[in-house]
């Protein structure tokens, strides 16, 4: 981050793409200036056409801009219009405004080192942003952009540049809440005079009062380290003093196995009683490659499907971002476009259907569980509404938080959301760990009391899976 003048409003030159990613990052520097260079304009007016997420922000930033220029005669632009307070998207949040945009009105002398040739549409911002500089001597000047390869350029040049950090949920990913926390071993003994403990419908509770239950969440997990093996789900908290905490159930115990499936550690055990709770209607699971994710999800969804029937059917979706070079068009209907990216469902369903009878047996379930899985792609999501449906959100970390505000809106009455993903494989361009929609979810999620988090931390997959996630 840029050291700034704090007795000075700074000048930003911001790039097209965090117009792109963010259409009212106009609104978000608060007092300090903007300035769009002519080439920006240039670029969104390319971007515009098409059905993709870009583009909708593009058009979106374009009538932002058709707002504040509505009714302003050239010499009011020249000196720059007022960014006043708006409400972004007609969604009730005000975004404090009191800076200046400016545009460029006239010519600017872009004079850049032999080294940049070229008349590249970043190599005249970067241009722009120099001769601002000597114009505006008074003025800190500095460049946003989610390039970093023209971040890159401008640090080489002596142009201060920076990344555009108002969409990020927190400054360091090791902060985002993982769902559990081990009580202190000295918790029992320090709690005994002011806890209450009672059994009810065969499940044991605890209340419990003092300092440790205001650092607590709303389902949050808790464990003792020791060779109790105690762990128990905040069920309820009443203030920052006192909280109702429940005994989990043991998933890892064969009698307790959903359909088939045990818990092989805590955190699965954890998160299958997340799943299997039809009072959370949102849960999210992180971890990396083969800790269980999909396997969990499925085998608490099938179950509450199909033996409980909790819920009408099973909504599998997915980001279709390839990890390699895309194969190209594929034919067929939208879930037989959607089959190939679905692997991961396939591989556990193979797991999943293991009866005992034969063959005919096996054919025989895998139709019946077929028949009550559908796979939906995400582009034909919105508008849509799903009642008393179980709906598995697969790679969700590369999406964006509108893209997750969007799919998690499209739930109905009696409709369950499991968000699945891992934070470390982010394919799509200018999203990372801190940015990511289903880092933004879990942040936002952890005060509801319907919903619930775990990151599950030890692999499962196999030993050479294992291996190669730790070496490799």
Same mark, same amino acid.
């Given at each position: 981050?840029?050291?700034?003048?704090?007795?000075?409003?700074?000048? %930003?030159?911001?790039?097209?793409?965090?117009?792109?990613?963010?259409?009212?990052?106009?609104?978000?520097?608060?007092?300090?200036?903007? %300035?769009?260079?002519?080439?920006?304009?240039?670029?969104?007016?390319?971007?515009?056409?098409?059905?993709?997420?870009?583009?909708?922000?593009?058009?979106?930033?374009?009538?932002?801009?058709?707002?504040?220029?509505?009714?302003?005669?050239?010499?009011?632009?020249?000196?720059? $219009?007022?960014?006043?307070?708006?409400?972004?998207?007609?969604?009730?949040?005000?975004?404090?405004?009191?800076?200046?945009?400016?545009?460029?009105?006239?010519?600017?002398?872009?004079?850049?080192?032999?080294?940049?040739?070229?008349?590249?549409?970043?190599?005249?911002?970067?241009?722009?942003?120099?001769?601002?500089?000597?114009?505006?001597?008074?003025?800190?000047?500095?460049?946003?952009?989610?390039?970093?390869?023209?971040?890159?350029?401008?640090?080489?040049?002596?142009?201060?540049?920076?990344?555009?950090?108002?969409?990020?949920?927190?400054?360091?990913?090791? $902060?985002?809440?993982?769902?559990?926390?081990?009580?202190?071993?000295?918790?029992?003994?320090?709690?005994?005079?002011?806890?209450?403990? /009672?059994?009810?419908?065969?499940? *044991?509770?605890? !209340?419990?009062?003092?300092?440790?239950?205001?650092?607590?969440?709303?389902?949050?997990?808790?464990?003792? +380290?020791?060779?109790?093996?105690?762990?128990?789900?905040?069920?309820?908290?009443?203030?920052?003093?006192?909280?109702?905490?429940?005994?989990?159930?043991?998933?890892?115990?064969?009698?307790?196995?959903? /359909?088939?499936?045990?818990?092989?550690?805590?955190?699965?055990?954890? +998160?299958?009683?997340?799943?299997?709770?039809?009072?959370?209607?949102?849960?999210?699971?992180?971890?990396?490659?083969?800790?269980?994710?999909?396997? $969990?999800?499925?085998?608490?969804?099938?179950?509450?499907?199909?033996?409980?029937?909790?819920?009408?059917?099973?909504?599998?979706?997915?980001?279709?971002?390839?990890?390699?070079?895309?194969?190209?068009?594929?034919?067929?209907?939208?879930?037989?476009?959607? *089959?190939?990216?679905?692997?991961?469902?396939?591989?556990?369903?193979?797991?999943?259907?293991?009866?005992?009878?034969?063959? /005919?047996?096996?054919?025989?379930?895998?139709?019946?569980?077929?028949?009550?899985?559908?796979?939906?792609?995400?582009?034909?999501?919105?508008?849509? *509404?799903?009642?008393?449906?179980?709906?598995?959100?697969?790679?969700?970390?590369?999406?964006?938080?509108?893209?997750?505000?969007?799919?998690?809106?499209?739930?109905?009455?009696?409709?369950?959301?499991?968000?699945?993903?891992?934070?470390?494989?982010?394919?799509?361009?200018?999203?990372?760990?801190?940015?990511?929609?289903?880092?933004?979810?879990?942040?936002? %999620?952890?005060? /509801?009391?319907?919903?619930?988090?775990?990151?599950?931390?030890?692999?499962?997959?196999? !030993?050479? +899976?294992?291996?190669?996630?730790?070496?490799?």
């Amino acid at each position: 981050m840029i050291k700034r003048e704090n007795d000075k409003t700074c000048l %930003f030159v911001l790039d097209t793409n965090v117009l792109m990613h963010d259409p009212t990052c106009i609104f978000r520097f608060k007092e300090h200036d903007i %300035f769009l260079p002519m080439v920006v304009l240039e670029e969104l007016d390319h971007g515009k056409k098409g059905l993709s997420e870009v583009a909708r922000n593009v058009r979106q930033a374009s009538r932002f801009l058709d707002q504040l220029l509505c009714n302003a005669d050239k010499a009011e632009i020249d000196a720059g $219009l007022p960014i006043g307070p708006t409400s972004a998207n007609g969604g009730g949040i005000v975004l404090p405004a009191s800076g200046r945009l400016y545009f460029q009105t006239q010519l600017l002398d872009l004079r850049l080192p032999e080294s940049l040739p070229g008349t590249s549409a970043d190599n005249n911002i970067l241009g722009t942003a120099q001769a601002l500089r000597e114009l505006r001597c008074d003025r800190q000047v500095i460049i946003v952009s989610k390039d970093i390869n023209l971040r890159i350029k401008a640090a080489v040049l002596g142009i201060p540049a920076e990344d555009y950090s108002n969409d990020q949920v927190m400054d360091d990913v090791a $902060l985002l809440y993982t769902g559990a926390e081990p009580l202190p071993a000295d918790f029992w003994e320090h709690h005994s005079k002011s806890m209450d403990s /009672w059994k009810e419908q065969g499940r *044991t509770y605890y !209340r419990i009062s003092g300092p440790d239950v205001a650092e607590w969440y709303p389902n949050q997990c808790l464990y003792t +380290a020791d060779d109790s093996g105690f762990e128990s789900i905040v069920r309820e908290k009443r203030g920052t003093a006192e909280a109702l905490i429940e005994v989990v159930e043991d998933y890892r115990l064969p009698r307790h196995s959903v /359909w088939g499936i045990n818990a092989r550690n805590r955190e699965q055990n954890f +998160a299958l009683n997340m799943l299997m709770d039809p009072d959370l209607d949102f849960v999210t699971l992180l971890g990396t490659a083969g800790t269980g994710k999909t396997l $969990l999800a499925l085998a608490a969804g099938l179950t509450q499907v199909l033996d409980r029937s909790l819920y009408k059917e099973i909504i599998m979706t997915r980001v279709t971002v390839p990890v390699g070079e895309d194969i190209g068009f594929l034919p067929g209907t939208e879930e037989e476009k959607m *089959t190939p990216w679905m692997g991961a469902l396939m591989d556990n369903l193979e797991v999943l259907t293991r009866p005992e009878g034969g063959e /005919w047996a096996r054919a025989a379930t895998n139709d019946l569980i077929k028949s009550r899985i559908r796979i939906s792609s995400l582009n034909f999501m919105r508008g849509r *509404t799903f009642l008393n449906k179980y709906i598995i959100l697969d790679e969700a970390q590369n999406l964006t938080a509108k893209q997750m505000k969007t799919l998690i809106t499209r739930a109905g009455p009696g409709t369950k959301v499991v968000c699945l993903g891992n934070i470390g494989q982010i394919d799509t361009p200018y999203l990372t760990e801190t940015t990511s929609g289903l880092t933004y979810v879990v942040d936002r %999620f952890k005060h /509801w009391p319907h919903g619930g988090h775990i990151t599950l931390m030890r692999g499962e997959r196999s !030993r050479l +899976a294992d291996f190669a996630s730790e070496e490799l």
